[in-house]
């Protein structure tokens, strides 16, 4: 019987809570083995200072291989920069789905990236989450990304932008139209670059950044689920 494990991989200044739901969704509907790391300096409460983006790619890779050694196929989801990351380790290794969530492949400006949480604040995170939690981590955010991380963050985007076309794998991407960090024409952008045969786009209307909140999440899971499968 063919053993499937699934490597989640959260956003730039995030953590795995950015996920969870998808993550759970798939847990309940699956047997499938769940791989969640916290890339270093991440987490609810931010210590980015001696990180880079060298750590956070070392770590998604740590991840991958651990995983992998149990299981028969592999699936990648990457959130945001998490997208980003997950391209990187379907360039390096063997990734028979990848799943691409509001990926990071446009520039974002430092101070938008840091408004997320203030956009989060807006959405129906909070029927799941304590406004009070969402309002720690804003204000963690804000005062403790240092500059010098947003441009670690732009070192991955650079590291994998020129290799998109060496991406052959089946690729899904989910993409909210509402989402006000990562440009809607991304999606499109990485379905025409991205080298792999078989693409899909689903575009979630109320989506926003943090599309695993999103109202009609559970619409675009089922869809994503079945992708994994096929």
Same mark, same amino acid.
């Given at each position: 019987?063919?053993?499937?494990?699934?490597?989640?991989?959260?956003?730039?200044?995030?953590?795995?809570?950015?996920?969870?739901?998808?993550?759970?969704?798939?847990?309940?509907?699956?047997?499938?083995?769940?791989?969640?790391?916290?890339?270093?300096?991440?987490?609810?409460?931010?210590?980015?200072?001696?990180?880079?983006?060298?750590?956070?790619?070392?770590?998604?890779?740590?991840?991958?291989?651990?995983?992998?050694?149990?299981?028969?196929?592999?699936?990648?989801?990457?959130?945001?920069?998490?997208?980003?990351?997950?391209?990187?380790?379907?360039?390096?290794?063997?990734?028979?789905?990848?799943?691409?969530?509001?990926?990071?492949?446009?520039?974002?400006?430092?101070?938008?990236?840091?408004?997320?949480?203030?956009?989060?604040?807006?959405?129906?995170?909070?029927?799941?989450?304590?406004?009070?939690?969402?309002?720690?981590?804003?204000?963690? /955010?804000?005062?403790?990304?240092?500059?010098?991380? $947003?441009? !670690?963050? =732009? *070192?991955?985007?650079?590291?994998? @932008?020129?290799?998109?076309?060496?991406?052959?794998?089946?690729?899904?991407?989910?993409?909210? /139209?509402?989402?006000?960090?990562?440009?809607?024409? $991304?999606? !499109?952008? =990485? *379905?025409?670059?991205?080298?792999? @045969?078989?693409?899909?786009?689903?575009?979630?209307?109320?989506?926003?950044?943090?599309?695993?909140?999103?109202?009609?999440?559970?619409?675009?899971?089922?869809?994503?689920?079945?992708?994994?499968?096929?």
């Amino acid at each position: 019987m063919t053993k499937t494990g699934v490597l989640f991989i959260h956003g730039f200044t995030g953590g795995p809570y950015e996920v969870e739901p998808l993550v759970n969704y798939v847990k309940e509907q699956t047997d499938w083995l769940i791989a969640l790391p916290t890339l270093p300096g991440h987490g609810v409460t931010l210590d980015l200072k001696r990180t880079s983006a060298q750590s956070w790619l070392m770590e998604a890779e740590v991840a991958y291989r651990q995983l992998q050694k149990k299981v028969d196929r592999m699936i990648i989801v990457g959130f945001s920069m998490g997208g980003l990351i997950a391209m990187y380790l379907a360039l390096r290794y063997r990734v028979d789905k990848l799943i691409l969530l509001s990926a990071a492949a446009k520039y974002i400006s430092p101070r938008i990236l840091l408004e997320d949480v203030r956009i989060l604040l807006t959405e129906s995170i909070t029927k799941n989450y304590t406004s009070q939690t969402f309002y720690h981590l804003y204000n963690y /955010k804000l005062f403790h990304t240092p500059l010098r991380s $947003t441009f !670690e963050f =732009l *070192k991955i985007v650079k590291t994998v @932008e020129p290799y998109y076309r060496y991406i052959d794998c089946p690729v899904c991407i989910v993409q909210g /139209k509402k989402d006000g960090i990562v440009p809607f024409a $991304t999606a !499109e952008l =990485l *379905k025409e670059r991205l080298g792999s @045969e078989e693409k899909k786009i689903i575009f979630s209307p109320e989506g926003k950044h943090h599309i695993c909140y999103s109202d009609d999440c559970d619409d675009w899971f089922e869809e994503v689920l079945e992708f994994m499968k096929m």
